[in-house]
């Protein structure tokens, strides 16, 4: 099992930008997908960004797509999302995730997960 840590979150006003980090504990850190979920109050977890093990594929929603970057570093077994031009509705805890294919989009295909990092876009 692997210890993800998620690091980044804060408050930020719309416009900004915010760089989260996750640090992964373990040695098999690039044989697996990694990816960036989030959830905000009352509704349910969701698909943010996904890479893949080498970090040539990602994937992202819709909803992101041409605002946020993922991106990783093996060398350092960290995952990153970089989050540009952010809106009231980003806000939400982002987690980071483990799993085996960045093209699976669901977090019940994701094994272990992060505490989550809190962060709030203000109007």
């Known amino acids: 099992q692997v210890q993800l840590v998620e690091s980044g979150g804060g408050l930020v006003q719309a416009g900004g930008s915010l760089r989260l980090s996750c640090a992964a504990s373990?040695?098999?850190?690039?044989?697996?997908?990694m990816g960036w979920f989030r959830q905000a109050p009352g509704k349910e977890r969701e698909f943010v960004a996904t890479i893949n093990w080498s970090g040539i594929s990602t994937y992202y929603a819709d909803s992101v797509k041409g605002r946020f970057t993922i991106s990783r570093d093996n060398y350092k077994n960290t995952v990153y999302l970089q989050m540009n031009s952010l809106k009231p509705e980003d806000t939400a805890v982002y987690y980071c995730?483990?799993?085996?294919?960045?093209?699976?989009?669901?977090?019940?295909?994701?094994?272990?997960w992060g505490q989550g990092t809190q962060v709030t876009v203000s109007s």
């Open positions: 995730a483990r799993g085996r294919y960045a093209s699976r989009m669901s977090a019940a295909e994701y094994e272990d």
């Open positions: 373990g040695r098999t850190f690039s044989s697996y997908a």
